[in-house]
């Protein structure tokens, strides 16, 4: 992939969200970033973003929170979500939302790279 998708990543802790842009950014992807949900509504209804990385479990609004309300605004948006937390009702949920991928913390490189690839293959296909 290239400069021409942009994604944005939305995660409370800065570490792990500056860690997720870097990796991004080294498979050549442009990245913005959000520090909570609504500052990720905030972007989404700003910019066109072909995909979300948001993180489960953030505060005032969480992962599920955030994909509800693009959903509810039409948005087709893929999303992958990360959490450290590996209940399985989260999977169970995320299915039904449609999320393209769940991916557990700490994330790793390769996986969060192909896991994006995929879901943005994806929505190549179906604009197709």
Do not use: Y
């Not at 989404?44 to 969480?62: A, F, S, T, W």
């Not at 979500?81 to 913390?105: F, Y």
């Amino acid at each position: 992939m290239s400069q021409d998708t942009l994604i944005l990543v939305a995660e409370d802790n800065d570490f792990v969200r500056m860690q997720i842009a870097k990796f991004l950014q080294d498979a050549g992807h442009e990245v913005c970033e959000a520090r909570e949900g609504n500052e990720a509504l905030s972007v989404v209804k700003e910019r066109e973003v072909d995909l979300c990385i948001v993180d489960v479990r953030m505060e005032p609004v969480d992962g599920f929170d955030f994909i509800r309300a693009i959903r509810g605004m039409e948005m087709k948006t893929p999303v992958i979500l990360i959490t450290g937390d590996s209940a399985p009702d989260i999977l169970e949920t995320s299915a039904d939302w449609g999320v393209a991928a769940v991916l557990i913390k700490p994330v790793e490189k390769k996986r969060l790279v192909m896991a994006v690839e995929r879901s943005l293959a994806m929505m190549k296909k179906r604009k197709a």
